[in-house]
């Protein structure tokens, strides 16, 4: 039996016209996308509804994404392409600005911020979370973010998304996490609230208590919940607690009544979307 016939080897000048051809055709889809989303504009009206920040879609789309990526591109460059296309066509729909807390560092933040929300966004650095949740707070639609491991004396920031019509958390960055991630600072992301588009996969509460008892840490644990920051305040000691989607404000409740605790407070200060580790191949 014959061999079959060895396929004949692309020259240079063949491959070149197919990477023409291949970016002359995601300019296109580029272009198209910017129709759709123009029209959208016209549908939604969201020029005048704030911001268009989607951060359920936006999540479920970067699980999607990298679970199919494939090939020698490292996914590190179709992430931060992805979240520049993304970010600009949002800030297209309803122009908004990045506010960053740069209490821990300058650079590690505005990566971070460059990262996911790109150059055409405008990027604000603040000296502290408590004046970039102001600042969003006295926006039309923009954003805040700052370290979701804050350091030491960073206080309790979170009691400031306490409250009816006060910013809340909708993101915590990256959606997708690995190793050696270029813009890796784990942060959250706080707007005004956007109930219609909130993803509740996690839900952060403000606990405050007069003091830490015994028995806090097995309740919330018998809850799936688990304290994420702590620190010291005049009314006497607030955590950050974070806990499945489907805990409820009553479970709070009744969590720390059955501890007998006599003086608290819980607030529901925001949500985002369950953490999605990459494992970087062997």
């Known amino acids: 039996m014959a061999d079959a016939p060895t396929p004949p080897v692309p020259s240079l000048a063949d491959l070149r016209v197919e990477i023409d051809r291949i970016d002359e055709a995601m300019h296109r889809l580029l272009m198209e996308r910017g129709q759709i989303i123009d029209t959208l504009i016209q ?52 122009p908004y600005s990045v506010h960053g807390d740069i209490s821990g560092g300058d650079a590690p933040m505005r990566d971070s911020a460059r990262f996911h929300f790109g150059f055409t966004v405008p990027y604000v650095p603040h000296g502290s979370a408590a004046a970039v949740i102001d600042a969003v707070a006295r926006s039309a639609g923009d954003l805040g973010v700052f370290r979701a491991e804050p350091g030491r004396g960073a206080g309790a920031w979170w009691t400031a998304l306490a409250g009816a019509g006060k910013p809340k958390i909708i993101a915590r960055l990256p959606f997708v ?37 015994e028995g806090l840490q097995g309740a919330l644990s018998r809850l799936g919940a688990s304290v994420e920051s702590s620190a010291g305040d005049e009314g006497g000691l607030s955590l950050l607690v974070s806990a499945p989607g489907s805990v409820t404000l009553d479970d709070m409740f009744a969590a720390m009544s059955g501890l007998g605790v006599g003086v608290f407070d819980v607030q529901e200060i925001g949500s985002h979307a369950n953490r999605f580790r990459l494992e970087t191949p062997a």
């Open 43 to 94: 549908v939604k009206k969201t020029q005048a509804s704030g911001s268009a920040f989607r951060p359920g879609r936006e999540a479920s789309m970067m699980k999607v994404m990298a679970g199919r990526h494939r090939g020698i591109l490292p996914f590190d460059t179709v992430e931060s392409i992805w979240r520049v296309i993304i970010s600009t066509f949002t800030y297209v729909q309803a």
């Open 177 to 213: 996490e690995r190793p050696d991630h270029p813009a890796g600072l784990p942060v959250y992301v706080v707007s005004k609230p956007i109930e219609d588009a909130a993803v509740r996969e996690v839900v952060l509460f403000s606990l405050g208590v007069e003091r830490w008892r």
